[in-house]
């Protein structure tokens, strides 16, 4: 890695860090969905995180609220499993409605 210019490695290294961001942040929505927690308890949850684990880039960039869980369940994997999993949709979508109501 040494060969290489330090920024094309940095920004390699920004979209990594970002790409785990955005499963952690998908994670977290579906793990809001399956407990049927309230979407207000994504309310600075990433505060909550940077506290835990004050080392990690992930944790430190984590960002989620009540708007954006909303907005990563309906928009994200729920199209996706609606799409793959036809046998099972009508369950995925009771578990995804549910919360929001």
């Known amino acids: 890695m040494s060969n290489q210019p330090k920024s094309v490695y940095q920004s390699v290294s920004s979209f990594c860090i970002k790409d785990d961001v955005t499963g952690s942040e998908i994670v977290w929505a579906l793990k809001v ?31 989620m609220g009540p708007m954006k869980c909303k907005y990563v369940i309906n ?27």
């Open 33 to 63: 969905v399956d407990d049927k927690m309230s979407l207000n308890s994504c309310a600075d949850i990433g505060e909550t995180f940077k506290l835990m684990f004050p080392d990690s880039a992930v944790a430190s960039n984590f960002k």
């Open 75 to 101: 928009y994200g994997p729920a199209p996706y499993i609606s799409r793959k999993q036809k046998h099972n949709t009508l369950y995925f979508a009771v578990k995804l409605i549910l919360p929001l109501n």
